[in-house]
């Protein structure tokens, strides 16, 4: 599998604005925010799309989600924000390592686009 650009800002070969890292995670702001509060958040393991997730990873996606909380407050929109994760080309999937768009400070309207 050849590597994405999420894990060249991972390996630090391309910079990023980095909101938070620990030993399984890495969050960093969306090159091209679309709220206030845009970011990514990654696990370090390369997962391709979250339909490539197995019970192997079980406690790494629900590392990402306790995570995306405490980021979305931390950033000052813990009472609304939205979790956005495309699965496929066909959803939008641009970058082929699992993230989750984390959103917020504006409205956001239902159903999304
Ligand atoms: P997707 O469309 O795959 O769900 O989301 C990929 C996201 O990565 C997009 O929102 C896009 O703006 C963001 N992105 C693409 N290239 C870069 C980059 O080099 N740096 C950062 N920080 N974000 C990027």
């Not at 599998?1 to 990023?16: D, G, P, V, W, Y």
């Not at 339909?51 to 590392?63: M, R, S």
């Amino acid at each position: 599998m050849s590597e994405t650009l999420f894990t060249k800002i991972i390996n630090r070969e391309i910079s990023a604005d980095i909101v938070y890292e620990d030993d399984d995670c890495l969050c960093f702001r969306d090159i091209n925010p679309q709220a206030p509060l845009h970011v990514l958040l990654i696990p370090k393991k390369p997962i391709p799309r979250a339909i490539d997730a197995t019970t192997e990873d079980q406690a790494l996606l629900g590392h990402l989600m306790i995570k995306a909380g405490e980021i979305a407050k931390q950033e000052g929109y813990g009472e609304a924000f939205r979790l956005v994760v495309n699965n496929g080309a066909g959803a939008g999937q641009t970058v082929f390592h699992l993230h989750i768009h984390i959103l917020g400070g504006r409205p956001l309207s239902w159903p999304p686009g």
